[in-house]
């Protein structure tokens, strides 16, 4: 299958810094990524859209100046988290779709992840 | 709108026992339902996929799930469990949009007993 990587795998920050997580399609071409965000012992949740060369869709409630998401080439998306806090620390899932917008019904693939803690 | 919910946050058998995991979910629409695993501290893994075509569909591992309209249910069953088999799983359902952006439940841990 596909693969999608993520780095760094874990990062710890200081308060009031920026982190900046890469989200790469290793053997295909994405035209969207989505990022999700995890909670320990809890499900995923969608925080946005990235599709190449146009800005995010994110989701109610998700601040979209607080979290920053390029995706500049049909195989890397970032994520930056902008003046991180305590609350901001969590686990932080990229997934690259593979297939053609309109084509037939295409897959997810997930990368392993981002563990973000801030001090 | 999408839901899915996951009945049993937890779920214990017997290695070589059935494994039986529950997903219930709620769509307006014909939905595309998922089966995800993950393994501690890692990304997830694609189990199997449900997109309206065979109601039975198997999926890798040894894993299977039946799509029922009537109970609009997609549960993940195995005959007979491992103890690799041990992790979480997501059951998820998304939608036939263009974004095609994955509505998650919340997860059940399958615990393995010797």
């Known amino acids: 299958g596909a693969v999608v990587s993520q780095h760094p795998s874990r990062v710890i920050c200081k308060s009031g810094t920026s982190v900046k997580i890469e989200c790469r399609s290793l053997d295909f071409q994405a035209t969207t990524m989505f990022w999700y965000r995890q909670f320990p012992k809890k499900s995923l949740m969608l925080m946005a859209t990235?599709?190449?060369?146009?800005?995010?869709?994110?989701e109610q409630g998700v601040e979209k100046d607080k979290f920053l998401i390029n995706h500049a080439s049909l195989t890397l998306s970032t994520l930056t988290v902008t003046s991180a806090h305590p609350e901001d620390s969590s686990f932080y899932i990229c997934?690259?779709?593979?297939?053609?917008?309109?084509?037939?019904?295409?897959?997810?693939?997930f990368g392993p992840g981002t563990r973000l803690t801030v001090l | 709108a999408q839901s899915v919910t996951q009945l049993g946050s937890h779920v214990s058998v017997s290695e070589g026992a059935l494994v039986l995991l529950r997903c219930n979910y709620s769509?307006?629409?014909?939905?595309?339902l998922f089966w995800y695993v993950q393994y501690p501290n890692q990304g997830l893994q694609l189990l199997l996929k449900y997109t309206s075509a065979a109601t039975l569909v198997k999926g890798i591992n040894g894993f299977e799930a039946e799509f029922k309209k009537s109970e609009t249910s997609f549960h993940l069953t195995k005959p007979s469990a491992h103890m690799s088999d041990a992790a979480e799983y997501f059951c998820?359902?998304?939608?036939?949009?263009?974004?095609?952006?994955?509505?998650f439940g919340s997860g059940t841990r399958l615990q393995v007993q010797p």
């Open positions: 990235s599709n190449e060369g146009s800005k995010a869709t994110y």
């Open positions: 997934s690259a779709r593979e297939g053609l917008a309109g084509g037939v019904f295409d897959t997810q693939y």
């Open positions: 998820a359902v998304s939608l036939d949009t263009g974004r095609r952006a994955l509505t």
């Open positions: 769509s307006s629409v014909p939905p595309y």
